[in-house]
């Protein structure tokens, strides 16, 4: 089965600064790369997705990139704020019985922190 | 807009007892997940329907059992409860027809085994 492994585990940044997270998967037949962010005792709230054909997707100041030779997919965040301190999780699914069949394997989440 | 609801939000049984839990997923959302998520830990595929059949297992006991109903609703029931199922239990709602695999999740069901 699929194995998603995500660094660093922790990550604390000065407000403003750049959060880089990184993961990794494990089957070449994976094709949606899905990033939660979940706060203590929340729900995962899905903030930015990207699908094998793309290698790069933006929004605002979060932007997610995937390279799929290398199997490895990133979270970028830029000027960090305060609220945007919470756990991040990474995710992969292959999708590949059709609907119903894109259950998310997560990465073991990291923690950020942005200080202000 | 709509969200998912789960309930309840808490429950609290003892060893050995049964629970049911319930999800009723955005409108016109055709597939439900089910993921266990133990304290400190990432969430676990449990069960997924699509269009109330079952379409997919992951790592759920056979104490457990699910099913999704004819209003799109699901229900996941728990027996012979064990100190080890304490954890938030999520149902995630996707339109896999038309955006494969973008799962919303509900709030969640914390459940406390004594």
């Known amino acids: 089965g699929e194995n998603v492994e995500q660094h660093p585990s922790t990550l604390s940044v000065q407000e403003g600064d750049s959060a880089v997270i990184k993961c990794t998967y494990s089957?070449?037949?994976?094709?949606?790369f899905p990033w939660y962010k979940q706060e203590l005792g929340k729900r995962p709230q899905l903030i930015i997705d990207i699908r094998s054909n793309v290698g790069e997707k933006k929004d605002q100041r979060i932007a997610v990139t995937l390279n799929k030779t290398a199997k490895h997919f990133s979270l970028h965040i830029t000027e960090t704020q305060p609220e945007d301190s919470a756990v991040y999780f990474c995710?992969?699914?292959?999708?590949?019985?059709?609907?119903?069949?894109?259950?998310?394997?997560f990465g073991k989440g990291t923690k950020l922190s942005v200080i202000p | 807009a709509a969200g998912v609801i789960q309930s309840p939000r808490h429950l609290i049984k003892e060893k050995r007892e049964t629970a049911t839990l319930k999800c009723y997923p955005i409108p016109r959302h055709d597939t439900v997940y089910w993921y266990q998520q133990g304290p400190g830990q990432d969430p676990q595929f449990l069960i997924s329907f699509y269009e109330k059949m079952q379409s997919d297992k992951g790592s759920i006991p056979d104490r457990f059992s699910a099913q999704q109903f004819s209003d799109y609703h699901s229900e996941l029931n728990m027996s012979s409860l064990e100190l080890g199922d304490s954890a938030l239990y999520f149902c995630?709602?996707?339109?896999?027809?038309?955006?494969?695999?973008?799962?919303?999740f509900g709030p969640g069901t914390r459940l406390t085994v004594t």
């Open positions: 089957d070449s037949a994976s094709n949606y």
């Open positions: 995630a709602s996707s339109s896999d027809r038309d955006s494969a695999g973008e799962q919303y």
């Open positions: 995710a992969a699914s292959t999708g590949d019985s059709g609907a119903g069949s894109y259950q998310l394997t």
